[in-house]
Nanobody
Framework: QVQLVESGGGLVQAGESLRLSCAAS????????MGWHRQAPGKQLDLVAV???????NYADSVKGRFTISRDSAKNTVDLQMNSLKPEDTGVYYC???????????????WGQGTQVTVSS
């Protein structure tokens, strides 16, 4: 069984910063990628940032230069540092990981429960 637990959401004003954290636990034989998606009110789930096991990262155009994803492979954690937040960054942020729970199984996609980020203008 794999669990992703997020923390760090909250209410901030535009221009401020927040840091989200996500920890994977349980059967995590190999983690190929960890990242963050968000769902704004009334909109679809969109990729925000992803960090791959080889070290590369990818960001949505809307957050480039403001958000930084960092991954600790030894601890199975991924953080998202969000600076210069804008009201349009408001949404529920979900941690996502591509994991082989044991050798020869998967990889499968796993999701956290989500954490709310609200940016007021």
């Amino acid at each position: 069984q794999v669990q992703l637990v997020e923390s760090g959401g909250g209410l901030v004003q535009a221009g401020e910063s927040l840091r989200l954290s996500c920890a994977a636990s349980g059967s995590t034989f190999s983690i190929n990628a960890m990242g963050w998606h968000r769902q704004a009110p009334g909109k679809q789930l969109d990729l925000v940032a992803v960090a791959f096991s080889a070290g590369s990262t990818n960001y949505a155009d809307s957050v480039k230069g403001r958000f930084t994803i960092s991954r600790d492979s030894a601890k199975n954690t991924v953080d998202l540092q969000m600076n210069s937040l804008k009201p349009e960054d408001t949404g529920v942020y979900y941690c996502n990981a591509h994991i082989m729970p044991t050798a020869g199984r998967g990889p499968y996609n796993y999701w956290g429960q989500g954490t709310q980020v609200t940016v007021s203008s």
